[in-house]
């Protein structure tokens, strides 16, 4: 008899189970445009300039990037700057410097760099513009701030300029001076304890880079030549982050055998720095840019392939 009492009740608790289950995977369907706090993957982090230029002097034992199956950000991307500044605590020139950086890396050798990177489909990324800007001067909901929070701007910004996902366009988020980021909230990984930006998605193609301040943390390059070395600083940051996203935009793409992007490899290495404190000039505008991995000659450039 307790036999039969026990079938008779496990029976209606698997039917209760298989139909709490089935909305829930419902939503999981539908959440593609919706912030996910990166359920089913991890950032890939810029760490601050001390531990960084320690790895990138070992970047030879992770050999040539390998391909990982993933998409490529191929042909031309559209780069999007969403500036978050509640109190507008940036240096004069920090918008100009880094909208211009956008309009002029576009077509230049550095960029070039990235069209050795193909995808399975034989897309390359060969070219990116500058597509818009938009200034968030709405309050933080915390400090720090998480990574959930830049999830939310990106989404914010996206509905309020009628912007849109896609494999092909990127969104940056910087932040104002001061303002701590962390990944998560065990503030395990922050921009006041380990990294300087990273880059991530969510949903199946939101692409974007999260931009702390990096004159407020430990993310100097050295004297960089545009009189503003707040924004000097945050463009090296930036450039970094592009190149990397560009090869391996939803983490799957590009990485050598240690999990080093091609802007890991070569973080903090600028190679021969002019006496103004630049090493590229684009467009007649001088930039201290790090140099980037080239699987061509297996060691860090500022122009190829």
């Not at 200034?135 to 909901?141: E, I, K, M, R």
Request: glycine share 8%; net charge negative; proline share 5%.
């Amino acid at each position: 008899m307790k036999k039969r009492v026990l079938q008779i009740l496990v029976l209606p608790m698997l039917m209760l189970a298989f139909l709490i289950a089935m909305p829930l995977s419902a939503s999981a369907a539908t959440d593609s445009v919706t912030p996910q706090a990166a359920r089913h993957h991890k950032a890939h982090f810029f760490t601050h300039s001390q531990a960084q230029r320690h790895a990138a002097r070992q970047f030879a034992s992770g050999g040539n990037l390998n391909y990982g199956g993933g998409p490529v950000m191929g042909g031309t991307t559209n780069v999007y700057a969403i500036f978050w500044e509640p109190t507008g605590n940036v240096s004069s020139t920090y918008h100009s410097l880094i909208q211009r950086y956008f309009s002029d890396v576009g077509g230049t050798g550095l960029y070039n760099i990235n069209t050795q990177y193909t995808d399975s489909s034989g897309n390359a990324p060969s070219n990116t513009q500058f597509a818009g800007s938009w200034t968030d001067n709405s309050a933080y909901p915390e400090s720090p701030l998480l990574d959930s929070d830049i999830q939310n701007e990106v989404t914010n910004a996206i509905n309020a300029n009628g912007w849109s996902p896609s494999i092909d366009n990127i969104f940056f988020v910087f932040t104002e001076a001061g303002q701590d980021l962390c990944f998560d909230s065990s503030q395990s990984q922050c921009a006041s304890n380990a990294f300087c930006a990273y880059h991530n998605y969510f949903g199946s193609n939101t692409i974007y880079a999260a931009m702390p301040y990096a004159a407020s943390f430990n993310c100097n390059g050295g004297q960089g030549p545009n009189g503003d070395q707040a924004a000097d600083e945050t463009i090296n940051v930036t450039s970094h982050e592009q190149m990397e996203a560009a090869t391996d935009p939803l983490l799957n793409a590009w990485t050598d055998s240690s999990g080093q992007e091609n802007g890991d490899k070569c973080a903090w290495n600028f190679g021969t720095v002019n006496s103004d404190g630049s090493n590229v000039n684009f467009n007649g505008d001088p930039y201290l840019l790090q140099q980037e991995w080239d699987n061509n000659i297996s060691d860090c450039a500022l122009t190829g392939p």
